[in-house]
Each structure stands twice: as structure tokens, then as C-alpha cells.
């Protein structure tokens, strides 16, 4: 299973908001990559993310994840 680090990269290049979370994302450098875990990845949005990494974008992508991967 990816990651959703690595399933969120698959909308870089996407002109509308997921594909401006996707790059904020790629650009952040302390982003967990590693992660699938949702509190750990939610927690790191709402406390530390960049601005274009709005939960709303969040929400959105990790339902798309969870419903790929059956989570």
C-alpha cells in the first residue's frame, strides 16, 4: 500500500486545490512521509502545515485514500 504521501503526489501538476495541497506538500520538508495513519497526518495539518495545506483539501484527499486502499 502506498502512503498518502505518496497517493497525494499523484495530483502535483492538477490546476485546482488538490494539486496545490500536493505541492505545498512535496515542498514541506518535515511532512511524515511515512505515514498512514490519519491523527498522526490530520494533526500535522491543523498544527503544522503550510497555509495551502488547508484541511478542508485534507479531508478530501484522505477519503480518496482510504477508499483506494479499504481503510
Known sequence: MKTFYHHVLTHRGASN????FAEAMFEDVGFPKTSHDFHELSD????????EMTTHVFDELWAE???KYGL
Open 44 to 51: 500535522y495539518i491543523e498544527m503544522q502545515a503550510h497555509e
Open 65 to 67: 485514500y482510504a477508499q
Open 17 to 20: 486545490d488538490k494539486g496545490t
